[in-house]
């Protein structure tokens, strides 16, 4: 009997074990862009095949919509062609978060002109338009490309968006500035065949300090000092969330600013060559890591693909408590840079092109997204904050929000997604509200995150959050299916980071979760020991209290 093989290249493998490696080597998916160009944008939505449809354009940011009106609960019983509309959602990447206010205007004109003035930021520092014709993307690609901006890569099997600490450059305890080294893996990496057939998604974050979930990222470098080589970073491999979550584990060494475009593509090239091609299930890097663990890997990476040792490094330092940088800060070199809460990641074209004619008008030209869907001005001149901050409020962008506010997150849903089972940003809009008024009294330092999600594959992060809502259809009191959540609680990241608790069996309804999360508020607020947090509070307290 022949033995079972992953499909790990680097072991000879290279027999397709499933159609999406198959479509990958019969033509690089980066090689879609001139039939869409030529083609697809000339002869419409119904001349796209199957593969390049629903696989190839991923790699230039190009998912199909979900077609409006379907319920979640027929997210899987229909086919993919009964699913989407002739419509796609367009990933921007953005590398680091960073934007001038040139290109903000132009990702708002893009949306106002060709995506019904849709703009979501997402929490890998990206912005996502829907309702995006083919007919319309090259035009898109032209504008955005004008200005130094693109969709290259931001989905599909390859090096996804770099995400780096939106305050770098500006941040007063930042030691190293990591903008060049992500400046230099774009203009190296990005778009390069070589690398665009990875086993899955690579997702990278890049940043002196640790605000940039380097917990959950398939590689991390994160800052910190070497007693004996200096500034540097500590590297951290196999980070992911979805069905199978991972915490990235530390390889122990220690990387210079200078070497870290060359260690991060060593890595890349680890996955690409040993990373499982079976399974689409088991074919994220963080299965490698936990399979081989970091011993190993340190082995093959120093050994096969850096040809030298790396030095042995400390451990960086853990923030005890989310840096989502909102509110008003001191910047390096003076100034302020602001930063402010987008209620979901929910924006719009119109108010984007607002936040670019207000921070002109407070001396900015530079803009940043976080990794948390907020949204930072900086280099605001002292006596313009007050102006700025009221200007923005209106828009629904706050610098001083409430708790809730402040924490709240969502991965698009049923409303676009083809993927979801429940709504989620309209919930968590609503859902907003109704926190605000029945819980304005809990202490805004200890602050309750509450991460909507509209199926498993956690893209809103639900695993560590305090209150992580997973999507289903669940049964009511009356026992009708509706859109509901399974709960997570107690997740987090940062110092004690671990994957949220789960009761066994408990759901909650949509309309129900006003009623549940204050239910579950209120017995924190309670119970909790003096400055405990409620991931503490949340592993050691009894099931009833969390029902």
């Known amino acids: 009997m022949a033995t079972k093989t992953n499909g790990q290249w680097a072991l000879g493998e290279h027999e397709p074990l499933n159609h999406n490696e198959e479509f990958k080597r019969e033509d690089d998916s980066l090689n879609v862009r001139a039939r869409i160009e030529e083609t697809y944008s000339k002869e419409g ?20 919509q979900r077609r409006d009106g379907i319920p979640g609960g027929q997210t899987a019983t229909l086919s993919p062609e009964e699913l989407e509309a002739p419509y796609f959602m367009m990933r921007v990447r953005i590398d680091g978060g960073q934007l001038t206010t040139e290109q903000l205007r132009v990702i708002a004109g893009i949306s106002q002109e060709f995506a019904r003035n849709t703009a979501d930021i997402t929490d890998r520092a990206n912005v996502q338009f829907h309702w995006i014709e083919v007919e319309n993307v090259p035009e898109i690609w032209r504008r955005l490309e004008a200005v130094g901006l693109e969709t290259t890569e931001a989905c599909g099997d390859c090096t996804r968006v770099v995400m780096g600490s939106p305050v770098a450059g500006l941040s007063v305890d930042e030691v190293l500035d990591v903008s060049p080294a992500i400046a230099e893996i774009n203009r190296q990496y990005v778009g390069d065949p070589d690398l665009s057939n990875l086993p899955r998604k690579f997702k990278t974050s890049i940043a002196w300090l640790p605000d940039a979930a380097p917990e959950i990222n398939d590689v991390s470098f994160v800052g910190v000092e070497h007693p004996e080589l200096g500034p540097g970073f500590d590297l951290h491999v196999g980070g992911g969330l979805s069905t199978n979550p991972f915490l990235a584990e530390r390889l122990g060494v220690f990387v210079t600013l200078d070497q870290l475009p060359d260690v991060w593509v060593a890595v890349v090239k ?74 979901a990641g929910r924006v719009s074209g119109t108010t984007l092109e607002s936040v670019a004619d207000a921070a002109e008008t407070a001396g900015s030209r530079r803009v940043r997204l976080t990794p948390y869907q907020k949204l930072i001005v900086a280099d605001v001149r002292d006596e313009s904050v007050d102006e700025l901050v009221k200007t923005l409020e209106p828009l629904g962008l706050n610098a001083n929000p409430t708790p809730w506010r402040r924490t709240i997150m969502s991965c698009t849903g049923v409303e676009y997604c083809k993927l979801a089972i429940v709504e989620t940003k309209e919930r968590a809009h609503s859902l907003l509200p109704e926190l605000e008024k029945r819980l304005a009294d809990i202490d ?64 909650v309804t949509s309309a129900e979760l006003g009623d549940y999360i204050e239910r579950v508020a209120r017995n924190f607020v309670a119970g909790r020991a003096d400055g405990e947090s409620f991931s503490d509070w949340a592993v050691r307290a009894d099931e009833e209290v969390l029902r």
Request: net charge positive; hydrophobic share 35%.
């Open 45 to 64: 939505f119904a001349s796209i095949p199957a593969d390049d449809l629903r696989g190839r354009m991923r790699w230039w940011g190009l998912y199909t």
């Open 270 to 343: 680890v996955f690409r060559d040993y990373g499982y091609r079976r399974s689409r299930n088991r074919a994220r890097m963080k299965f490698l890591v936990a399979d081989w663990g970091t011993a190993k890997f340190r082995e093959v990476l120093e050994t096969e693909y850096l040809k030298s040792a790396l030095p042995d490094g400390p451990a960086a330092p853990v923030p005890t408590r989310t840096m989502d940088h909102v509110g008003i800060h001191e910047q390096r070199g003076g100034g302020k840079y602001v930063g402010f809460t987008a209620v």
């Open 444 to 507: 805004p330092e200890h602050p309750i995150s509450v991460h909507l999600n509209g199926c498993a594959n956690s893209c809103a992060r639900v695993q560590v959050a305090d209150i992580g809502l997973k999507g289903q259809i669940v049964t009511d009191a009356d026992g009708n299916r509706v859109e509901g959540f399974q709960v997570h609680l107690g997740g987090r990241l940062g110092q004690k980071a671990d994957f949220g608790r789960k009761l066994r069996g408990h759901k």
